[in-house]
T-cell receptor, first 113, second 112 residues
Framework: DGGITQSPKYLFRKEGQNVTLSCEQN?????MYWYRQDPGQGLRLIYY???????QKGDIAEGYSVSREKKESFPLTVTSAQKNPTAFYLC????????????FGPGTRLTVT | KNQVEQSPQSLIILEGKNCTLQ??????????LRWYKQDTGRGPVSLTI?????NTKSNGRYTATLDADTKQSSLHITASQLSDSASYIC???????????FGKGTRLHILP
């Protein structure tokens, strides 16, 4: 899992509540990413950030929000607007953009009931 | 249709046997093609990264090949071990567009 940590490992929430997933890296990487993984699906990009205080929507950004106030941190908030939030969430970082190898965190499994 | 297709979807083999996983992609050109190993409930870990000019790369018992003409890549695992039980994900990358496309993965089960 390299120098990327995600917490918590498991998270349970009631429908209608917002929840924030933590992602921290000590690799001094500029770029950070959030992916969602569902059974039988490839990883899908939610948001990514190439530099502090800047981020872009990925393919499935609706119902999610992020911030990048510090280089080492890229928290993801799953809002009540996300219709199907139960999934495995993976954070990744790379030195800069897609040209560089991505390192993934251990993931957070979110269950919303 | 997914732009990165992997086959088979799942595979069961006996410990000690070899196996080959396939990845076909329809998008081009690309900058590099990657293979990751993902243990259940964990994040993916990089196995190999090949640029479009490379046609083979090894990492221990793992050997990836790339045929840019036919847009196919394969991951060969030699002398499989129980710890090889995992999902293997093929990833297409285009640097210029900062585009990364993940395959759905092949789930490999190694039986003792």
């Amino acid at each position: 899992d390299g120098g990327i940590t995600q917490s918590p490992k498991y998270l349970f929430r009631k429908e209608g509540q917002n929840v924030t997933l933590s992602c921290e890296q000590n690799l001094n990487h500029d770029a950070m990413y959030w992916y969602r993984q569902d059974p039988g699906q490839g990883l899908r990009l939610i948001y990514y950030s190439q530099i502090v205080n800047d981020f872009q929507k990925g393919d499935i950004a609706e119902g999610y929000s992020v911030s990048r106030e510090k280089k080492e941190s890229f928290p993801l908030t799953v809002t009540s607007a996300q219709k199907n939030p139960t999934a495995f969430y993976l954070c990744a970082s790379s030195m800069r953009g897609a040209a560089y190898e991505q390192y993934f965190g251990p993931g957070t499994r979110l269950t919303v009931t | 249709k997914n732009q990165v297709e992997q086959s088979p979807q799942s595979l069961i083999i006996l410990e000690g046997k070899n196996c080959t996983l396939q990845c076909n992609y329809t998008v081009s050109p690309f900058s590099n093609l990657r293979w990751y190993k993902q243990d259940t409930g964990r994040g993916p870990v990089s196995l190999t990264i090949m640029t479009f000019s490379e046609n083979t790369k090894s990492n221990g018992r793992y050997t990836a090949t790339l045929d840019a003409d036919t847009k196919q890549s394969s991951l060969h695992i030699t002398a499989s071990q129980l710890s090889d039980s995992a999902s293997y994900i093929c990833v297409w990358v285009k640097n210029r567009d900062d585009k990364i496309i993940f395959g759905k993965g092949t789930r490999l089960h190694i039986l003792p």
